[in-house]
């Protein structure tokens, strides 16, 4: 590798026509622009930073060159190139050698700076009493939802689901029925799931492509079962046991290795209370390890899958209990996976969570949020949580009220 230059400074934008290297003081956001091909952005000595920090963004602004990311020491870690996945953030997990741990997520940026214009909200089922077929689409530009023509054919519409590669995958959470939604062109029945997964919403593994993980949440028998949707090979493969059962928990990845599932409750009956318990999964080691408990213990939330970018799932509202004169939350807190963090947000007001839906979604890191509830009330209210200055801001109303938005399972899809 070549003399490298050091860049300083809160943000960077440059175009660069030999090697360099992003600095780790204050500088997070390089927009970088490589003038010839070949070219290497090199990450800086892991042994100056602390793990988990800082996070550093890197996005090629380029129309013609491609260029390599590389550790401190030259070892590959990725590529940004001009077209897809042209930006990335990076995370340090490890920082014992120069080269350092690095975790990243990337994703793609169009020509004015916003995310693809392809990638959508959709709700997928929602509903035990019926009426939850149809897919709705919310156009966040245009702060608008629309139903899609294309309806399931899944009996009941208790959901559990999971994005794969663009592609939302729905389940029928007291049965075990299982269909794939193809970008609001038709759906296709699946190989049926293994366990009764109510409300179990799955996370995507990027790091396999094309499998999704469920982790807990059975309604007609233990709750520490795990096991992951192969879509190349329409079937399922169990994994290792949760260390305890859990249901209506939640479960995300950081989409380099690890899942995350946590809260929930250790049963699956009427009275039972929540937990706050916390759990990381490790694809390549099939096994799980503790990590920091939530701050609140809760169940039948509504939570946003952590995005590529800032590694964050945030959690909002929820229940102490099933039922039974249960309480409900407006309490709002962010896990940050690299850091093993939990910070308190501003209390959600806006309407009861209780089984509603979250996504993440948008390049101003907000977060979209249909309300939840057992009957009436505000169960159709939308509002987008932005996490930079902690806001909320109403949207319109999901379409499909009836349903009073309960059992939603919330995807960004590629339409």
């Given at each position: 590798m070549g003399t490298q230059a050091e860049i300083f400074g809160g943000s960077d934008e440059q175009t660069f026509g030999s090697n360099i290297k992003v600095h780790h003081k204050r500088a997070w956001v390089h927009v970088l622009t490589a003038s010839t091909s070949g070219l290497e952005v090199s990450l800086p000595d892991a042994t100056r930073i602390s793990p988990g920090y800082p996070i550093i963004q890197i996005v090629n602004a380029g129309a013609t060159n491609d260029f390599d990311i590389v550790d401190a020491d030259g070892g590959a870690v990725t590529t940004l190139t001009i077209t897809t996945d042209n930006v990335a953030t990076f995370a340090l997990i490890d920082n014992s050698t120069t080269a350092g741990?690095?975790?990243?997520?990337?994703?793609?940026l169009n020509s004015t700076g916003a995310p693809a214009a392809t990638i959508f909200p959709w709700t997928l089922g929602g509903s035990d009493s019926g009426g939850g077929r149809t897919p709705f689409k919310f156009d966040f530009t245009a702060n608008t939802w629309s139903a899609s023509s294309n309806l399931s054919?899944?009996?009941s519409t208790t959901a559990g689901g999971a994005r794969i590669e663009g592609d939302g995958y729905?389940?029928?959470?007291?049965?075990?029925d299982h269909e794939a939604f193809d970008a609001d062109t038709a759906w296709s029945v699946k190989t049926d799931q293994q366990y009764n997964r109510d409300t179990c919403q799955g996370a995507e593994q990027a790091t396999t492509e094309d499998r999704a993980?469920?982790?807990?949440?059975?309604?007609?028998?233990?709750?520490d079962l795990s096991d992951y949707y192969d879509k190349s090979g329409d079937s399922f493969t169990d994994v290792s046991d949760l260390p305890e059962q859990k249901h209506y928990n939640f479960v995300t990845s950081d989409l380099a290795g690890y899942l995350y599932t946590g809260c929930g409750s250790s049963s699956y009956a009427s009275t039972q209370n929540a937990n706050d318990t916390v759990y990381r999964y490790d694809v390549s080691g099939d096994s799980f390890a503790s990590r920091t408990a939530a701050g609140v213990a809760a169940l039948l939330f509504a939570y946003?899958?952590?995005d590529s970018a800032t590694k964050n799932v945030v959690k909002y509202g929820g229940r102490n209990k099933t039922s039974s004169s249960p309480t409900n939350f407006d309490d709002v807190?962010?896990?940050?996976?690299?850091?093993?963090t939990w910070t308190t947000r501003?209390?959600?007001t806006g309407g009861t969570t209780h089984s509603g839906a979250a996504t993440h979604i948008d390049e101003n890191e907000r977060s979209y949020i249909v309300c939840g509830t057992y009957s009436g009330g505000d169960g159709d209210s939308v509002f987008y949580h932005t996490d930079l200055s902690d806001t909320y801001t109403s949207q319109q109303d999901h379409s499909n009220s009836s349903n009073n938005g309960r059992f939603h399972v919330m995807l960004p899809l590629t339409t």
């Amino acid at each position: 590798m070549g003399t490298q230059a050091e860049i300083f400074g809160g943000s960077d934008e440059q175009t660069f026509g030999s090697n360099i290297k992003v600095h780790h003081k204050r500088a997070w956001v390089h927009v970088l622009t490589a003038s010839t091909s070949g070219l290497e952005v090199s990450l800086p000595d892991a042994t100056r930073i602390s793990p988990g920090y800082p996070i550093i963004q890197i996005v090629n602004a380029g129309a013609t060159n491609d260029f390599d990311i590389v550790d401190a020491d030259g070892g590959a870690v990725t590529t940004l190139t001009i077209t897809t996945d042209n930006v990335a953030t990076f995370a340090l997990i490890d920082n014992s050698t120069t080269a350092g741990e690095w975790k990243f997520g990337k994703w793609t940026l169009n020509s004015t700076g916003a995310p693809a214009a392809t990638i959508f909200p959709w709700t997928l089922g929602g509903s035990d009493s019926g009426g939850g077929r149809t897919p709705f689409k919310f156009d966040f530009t245009a702060n608008t939802w629309s139903a899609s023509s294309n309806l399931s054919t899944l009996a009941s519409t208790t959901a559990g689901g999971a994005r794969i590669e663009g592609d939302g995958y729905i389940t029928n959470g007291f049965a075990k029925d299982h269909e794939a939604f193809d970008a609001d062109t038709a759906w296709s029945v699946k190989t049926d799931q293994q366990y009764n997964r109510d409300t179990c919403q799955g996370a995507e593994q990027a790091t396999t492509e094309d499998r999704a993980y469920y982790i807990g949440t059975n309604t007609s028998g233990s709750g520490d079962l795990s096991d992951y949707y192969d879509k190349s090979g329409d079937s399922f493969t169990d994994v290792s046991d949760l260390p305890e059962q859990k249901h209506y928990n939640f479960v995300t990845s950081d989409l380099a290795g690890y899942l995350y599932t946590g809260c929930g409750s250790s049963s699956y009956a009427s009275t039972q209370n929540a937990n706050d318990t916390v759990y990381r999964y490790d694809v390549s080691g099939d096994s799980f390890a503790s990590r920091t408990a939530a701050g609140v213990a809760a169940l039948l939330f509504a939570y946003a899958i952590a995005d590529s970018a800032t590694k964050n799932v945030v959690k909002y509202g929820g229940r102490n209990k099933t039922s039974s004169s249960p309480t409900n939350f407006d309490d709002v807190e962010r896990y940050n996976l690299s850091s093993d963090t939990w910070t308190t947000r501003s209390d959600f007001t806006g309407g009861t969570t209780h089984s509603g839906a979250a996504t993440h979604i948008d390049e101003n890191e907000r977060s979209y949020i249909v309300c939840g509830t057992y009957s009436g009330g505000d169960g159709d209210s939308v509002f987008y949580h932005t996490d930079l200055s902690d806001t909320y801001t109403s949207q319109q109303d999901h379409s499909n009220s009836s349903n009073n938005g309960r059992f939603h399972v919330m995807l960004p899809l590629t339409t």
